[in-house]
């Protein structure tokens, strides 16, 4: 099983981006997706979970009324789009997959993926 973000970079503030994870060895729409970030110095913490019947749950207050999640049942790929982005959100951001469910803490998935840098400033 490979996972892999893409989409990063440099983004200015109040912009929009989307990053995709795609999965080999995985069919990502039977199963819960969930995206996290890691900010510089500090660990990894969650943002959200799409469940395998679509419904998100959010972990990170900070991002709920700005960033989703989508599924592309052709491309085996679940996107996360960001949208009104601070500087406050640059981080590397990784998703991750759970057999079963989303995580009741967003952390402790089955697989995780190679990260992708997202920058936000001016």
């Known amino acids: 099983v490979q996972l892999q973000a893409s989409g990063g970079g440099l983004v200015q503030p109040r912009g929009s981006l989307t990053l995709s994870c795609t999965a080999s060895?995985?069919?990502?729409?039977?199963?819960?997706v969930g995206w996290l970030r890691q900010f510089p110095g500090q660990e990894r913490g969650p943002i959200l979970c799409?469940?395998?019947?679509?419904?998100?749950?959010f972990y990170d207050d900070s991002v709920k009324g700005r960033f989703t999640a989508s599924r592309d049942k052709a491309k085996n790929t679940v996107d996360l789009q960001m949208n009104k982005l601070t500087p406050d959100d640059t981080a590397t951001y990784y998703c991750?997959?759970?057999?079963?469910?989303?995580?009741?803490?967003?952390?402790?998935?089955?697989?995780y993926g190679q990260g992708t840098l997202v920058t936000v400033s001016s």
């Open positions: 991750a997959t759970d057999d079963l469910s989303c995580p009741p803490n967003g952390l402790g998935y089955d697989y």
């Open positions: 060895g995985l069919i990502l729409d039977d199963i819960a």
């Open positions: 799409i469940s395998s019947s679509g419904d998100i749950k």
